[in-house]
C-alpha cells in the first residue's frame, strides 16, 4: 500500500514508518516472510527477530504447537543460535533499507541480559526489547516477569550496557501488571509491550498427554485480545504519566483490532499470530486504520492514541 | 545443550533462508472435491502459482475452513501447469480435514504454496523406489510423475482402505514380487510407470501385508548391483517410515522421508514445526516446512 505520513508514528525516539510491529518468535529472524509474493518490509514500521539469549539453545522438543478455539498454543522454548551468532551472522543480511530491526533479549539471570544487551548494543538494530515474560523456559522469562523487583533489576542491568531504546516486554501472568510497568520505566525502559502470551494447555484425550511437550504453551491469537486490551488499559495508566509509548499486542488481526488498542493507548500495534493466519495481513490493516483516521477526520495515528472516553 | 555455535544453524544461516525460492499465497478455487470411502476425498484446486513452481514433495498450506484460522499443511500429489491446478488426496481426521472435506466446488480458500524442500530425484543414475502409505501417496505418485525416465521408478502403495484410484492389472513383471501382487494404479500404467499395491484389508490384487514388507522383497530379490542404484523415498505414516529407515540402513541404500509436524506460519518463522536431527554428531530441531518435509533419512537416527 502507498505509504501515508498519517500513520508514521514515534516511538521510544525512533520514526516507524508504520504503526505495525512483527512480533518476536512469529517471523523467525527476519528472513522468512520476504520469501513470500506480496510481502513488503515497507509496511512495518519494525521487525522483532525471535527471542536470542547470550548461548544457543535447542528449545523444546515437538510438539511444540496446537490451535485452540480462536487462538494458540506455543512452546518453542527460545530456539536460537545465541546473541553473538545473530549479530555477527544473521544481521549482516537483513535489508536495512526497507523498514528497522529490533532484538528481543533473554536470559536466566540479569547478568546474563546484560551481556545480551551489550552484544546487540554494537549491532545495527534500532531497540532492544527485553522478554521478561517467556513462559516456556524453565529459568529465567515469566518468573522474571512476575516479580516488579526482578523485573526492575533485569532493566537496570540492561540498560547499564546500551543506549539504544529498551521496551519491557511485560507478562499477563501476574497479579498486578502497573506495578511491574512502574518499576520497569524507574529501572530505566523507555517503552512497554503489552501483552506477550498467557499460560496454557491441552490435551490429547486419546492418548491422555498432553499435547505439548512443555506441557504448558502460551496462548496468542484472538483469544486473548480482551485480556491484552484490559492489560494495556492498566499499563496505560502508569505509562501516559511517564510519557513512555506501548507496543499493543495480543490477537490482531483486522484493523479494528488495531484501532481498539490505539484507542486504549497502544502507539505501535504488534502483530504475532495474525501473520500465520494471513502473511498478507499488514497493507490489509493499514488500508483499515487509514479509512478510521480519515472517517473521524483525525490527522495522525497518534492523535488516536489514548483517546479512550472512560 | 549445545555450548559451540552451531555448524548450521536451522532458523538463521543464510544458505538456508535466504533466496530460496518464492513462495505464494493465492484464493484456491475448488474445482472438484470428491469423497472415497475411509473418509478419504480429492480436491482439484486453481492456484496456478503453485501449479506452476511445485515439485515433488512440496505441500500447500491450505485454510480449511473460516473458523479455523490455522492453515493445515496437505503435500501436492499432481499439478497441470497449462491449466494452474493442483491435486491433493486428504483423509477427514479432525476439524480442519472434515471442514475441507464439506467445502462444495466453488469456493475459495486462501492457500500458501509451493512450500518446503522436495525429493532429490537428480542423479540420473539411480532408480527411485517410491513408498507410499495412506495419504502419504501422493507425494510419491508426483515424484514418479516427475521423473523423466518412467523405467527408473516403481511406486509402491499400502492402505487399509480401498485406494481412491482406478486400478488395473500391471503389464511389468517385478523381481520378489509375484502371485496375486497383480494390481497397479491405472495412472500410472497408462505413463509406462510400475507399480504395485500393498493391504491387509483383503482388496483384490494387492500383496496382503504392509507396503515395507512389499518393497524389502522387491529390493532382496533384485541382484546385487541393480539394487545398489536404488534410492527409496517414502511418506506415509510414522510405523511405516520406520520400517522403510530400517531397510534403507540394511541394504545401506539412501533413503529420503517425508515427515509431519503440526504447524502455525509454515514458511519458517515461528520454529514450531520440528523434528530432532542429528548432523555431524549435533542434535538439532529443524522446521519441518521448510527445512523438509523431506528430510534424509541419516540425519534421523531417533525417528
Ligand atoms: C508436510 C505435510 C504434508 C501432509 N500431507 C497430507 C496429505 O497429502 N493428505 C493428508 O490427508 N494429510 C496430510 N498431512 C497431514 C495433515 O496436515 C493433517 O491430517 C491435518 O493437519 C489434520 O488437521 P485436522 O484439523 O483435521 O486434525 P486435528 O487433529 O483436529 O488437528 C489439530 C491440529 O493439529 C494439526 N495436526 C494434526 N495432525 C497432523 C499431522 N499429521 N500433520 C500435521 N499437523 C497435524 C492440525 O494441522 C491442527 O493444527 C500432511 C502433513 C504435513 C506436515
Ligand atoms: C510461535 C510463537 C513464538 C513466540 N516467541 C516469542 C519470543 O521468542 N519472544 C517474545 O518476546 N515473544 C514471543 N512470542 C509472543 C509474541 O511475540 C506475542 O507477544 C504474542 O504472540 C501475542 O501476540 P499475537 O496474539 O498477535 O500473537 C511468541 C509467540 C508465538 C505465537
Ligand atoms: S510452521 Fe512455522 S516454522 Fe514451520
New interface residues.
Partial sequence: MKKSSTLEVEFAGLTLQTPLVLLS?????G???T????FSNHDVGAVIL?GTTL?????N???????TPSG?L?A?GL????A???VD??LP?LPWSETQFWANANGTSPEEYGEVAAIFDDSPVSAIEINISCPNVKAGGVHFGNDPAMAAKVVAAMRKRTSKPLITKLSPNNADIAEVARCCIDAGSDALSVINTLVGMAVDRECRRPVLANISGGLS?PAIKPVALWKLHQVYQVAAKHGVPILGQGGI?TPEDAIDFAIVGAQAIGIG?G??????LCPKLLEGMDDYLQRHAIARWSELVGTLVA | MPTTPFPFQPMTDPATTSKQPTIFEEQAEILANVSYPGDQFILRLHAPNSAQHAIAGQFVHLRCSEHLPLRRPLSIMQTDRERGTIDLLAKAVGDGTHALRDQPVGTKLPLLGPIGRGFDLSDPDKHYLCIGGGVGIPPMLFAALSLPDPTRVLVLAGSEVPFPFALAPSTFLLPGIGGNTIMAIDSLEQRNIASRLASKAEIYGCFNGFVPQLAANHLLALDPTARAQRVLLACGPLPMLRAVADLGRQLQLPTQLSLEEYMACGIGGCAGCVVETEEHGQRYFRRVCVDGPVFNAAVLPNL
Fill in positions: 518468535g512469529c517471523v523467525g529472524f528472513e522468512e516472510y520469501r513470500i509474493a506480496g525471535k548461548e544457543p539453545r535447542l528449545g522438543a515437538p510438539h511444540r504447537l496446537y490451535e494458540m506455543n518453542i530456539q536460537n543460535p545465541g553473538r551468532h545473530v551472522a544473521v543480511h491469537g488481526t499470530t501473520l500465520f493466519y494471513d502473511p498478507l
